[in-house]
């Protein structure tokens, strides 16, 4: 898995993933959302459009990411997922919890 992070205005960062987000990516995403917060951007748009593929381990680094951001007072919003990772979301009745935007720009756009 390859990730980028960028800054935004109003202090949300960007997050994109590209790869599998799988057991081997679980843990380095873990590690990216935790330093994003400690470097003061606890509002995290994680763009998902290059994610190929995404386990039960990636969904859980996702839900951890999601954690570690409410509990620094912001919050964790996933962009762009392709339908496997829609898939994923609904069979696991996690798209109620993670909820997908069009695109990371704008994840925040309304709050």
């Known amino acids: 898995m390859e990730f980028t992070v960028?800054?935004?205005d109003g202090g949300?960062?960007?997050?994109r993933l590209s790869g599998m987000l799988n057991?081997?990516?679980?843990?380095?995403?873990?590690?990216?959302?935790?330093s994003t917060v400690a470097e003061g951007h606890p509002k995290i748009a994680m763009d998902l459009s290059e994610i190929d593929f995404i386990d039960s381990s990636g969904l859980g680094a996702l839900i951890g990411g999601l954690k570690t951001t409410r509990q620094a007072g912001?919050?964790?919003?996933?962009?762009?997922?392709?339908d496997q990772v829609r898939l994923v979301l609904q069979l696991?009745?996690?798209e109620r919890v993670l909820t997908a935007y069009e695109?990371?720009?704008?994840?925040?756009?309304?709050g």
């Open 23 to 34: 057991m081997v990516a679980a843990s380095l995403l873990r590690v990216v959302v935790g």
């Open 92 to 94: 696991t009745n996690m």
């Open 74 to 82: 912001g919050d964790l919003r996933i962009a762009a997922p392709n």
């Open 12 to 15: 949300v960062a960007v997050v």
């Open 103 to 110: 695109d990371a720009e704008t994840a925040f756009s309304n």
């Open 6 to 8: 960028k800054e935004m």
